[in-house]
């Protein structure tokens, strides 16, 4: 059995920390003054964004405690480490946006029936204030490591309260110059379909790597008839591909090469083609020649598609040997 490994993680955790603070340190300031002046503005719409502002912040505290824990060396059964942990984060912060844009969808709805008065002049500073603020917070996470999806997740929270200041301003003129008090509960509701949108992005993409599928990139089956395709393969069997978190992604199979060959020289050529052209740099192959008398041993209980070279014939199985 052989196993060849390669890790490419260049991510400056420490650079990430600080650009995510400083982000951080923005967010609770310009929070505390938008709840105080939203109340007194009688504004959903600036509620609204504080909300989303206060889950912005939990997001990023979420995000730094994730980025210490998974630089955290591998131990004891934990042999990732906790990289998982930035996983846990991501899907946390897709569920938070989900429930609320749930509620201020809601919220929304009911203040379109019976709209409340809205003080424009103040919605209308507060809300280009929080779209400098946004700005530079969502420049500051932006120059963080975004392959990261526990980082992107933070970015997710910050770009869509972005968005929400642009509504919000833009509302709070609406009502300032022509008394349509409804302009309010209508940019709430599109902040609330935002969030929406990024809160299923994350569900799912968090998801997926939970569940370990796939990279959306790479397709198991095209990757299985590209290795029989190396010249001495005669057989792939029980190929996976995962991400152990977000852009590490692995591999491993069983590789069944003709009688006589390399195997260990095969086995470098299938390294090869996994990192260049996936960026598969982390695989773990288990090389074996394809002898008739052994076939047994290789698929008794191979999980998933067997993919054999269309140009080497693979040994007859014997017939007294159980089915594969």
Request: hydrophobic share 55%; proline share 4%.
């Amino acid at each position: 059995m052989s196993a060849g490994h390669g890790h490419g993680h260049a991510v400056n955790a420490a650079a990430d920390r600080k650009l995510l603070s400083g982000a951080l340190a923005l967010i609770l300031g310009f929070m505390v003054a938008e709840v105080i002046v939203g109340l007194a503005a009688g504004s959903l719409a600036l509620v609204t964004d504080a909300a989303h502002m206060l889950t912005d912040a939990i997001a990023i505290a979420l995000a730094l405690l994730a980025i210490r824990l998974a630089a955290k060396p591998p131990r004891g059964g934990f042999t990732y480490g906790f990289k998982r942990v930035e996983i846990l984060s991501a899907q946390a912060n897709g569920i938070t946006l989900l429930l609320l844009a749930a509620y201020f969808v809601y919220e929304a709805i009911n203040r379109l029936i019976h709209p409340p008065e809205v003080q424009g002049a103040l919605v209308l500073i507060t809300g280009l204030a929080g779209i400098v603020v946004n700005l530079l917070a969502t420049w500051l996470i932006s120059k963080a490591n975004r392959t990261s999806l526990n980082v992107e997740g933070a970015f997710q929270h910050i770009l869509n309260d972005l968005f929400a200041f642009v509504a919000t301003a833009i509302a709070g003129l609406v009502v300032l110059l022509t008394g349509f008090t409804r302009a309010d509960a209508i940019a709430a509701f599109v902040v609330a379909v935002l969030m929406l949108k990024a809160g299923i992005g994350l569900v799912r993409d968090s998801g997926r790597i939970f569940l370990e599928a796939a990279p959306a990139a790479i397709d198991p089956q095209a990757l299985g008839a590209e290795l029989c395709a190396v010249p001495g393969v005669v057989e792939v069997h029980d190929l996976h591909v995962w991400e152990i978190t977000s852009g590490e992604p692995a591999a491993s199979a069983h590789i069944l090469v003709a009688e006589g060959l390399d195997c260990h020289q095969i086995r470098i050529r299938i390294e090869e083609v996994l990192a260049e052209r996936h960026q598969l740099t982390h695989s773990t192959l288990q090389v074996d020649h394809a002898t008739a008398d052994r076939a047994e041993e290789h698929c008794a209980d191979a999980h998933g598609a067997v993919h054999r070279s269309p140009t080497t014939a693979a040994p007859a199985p014997d017939p007294a040997s159980p089915a594969h």
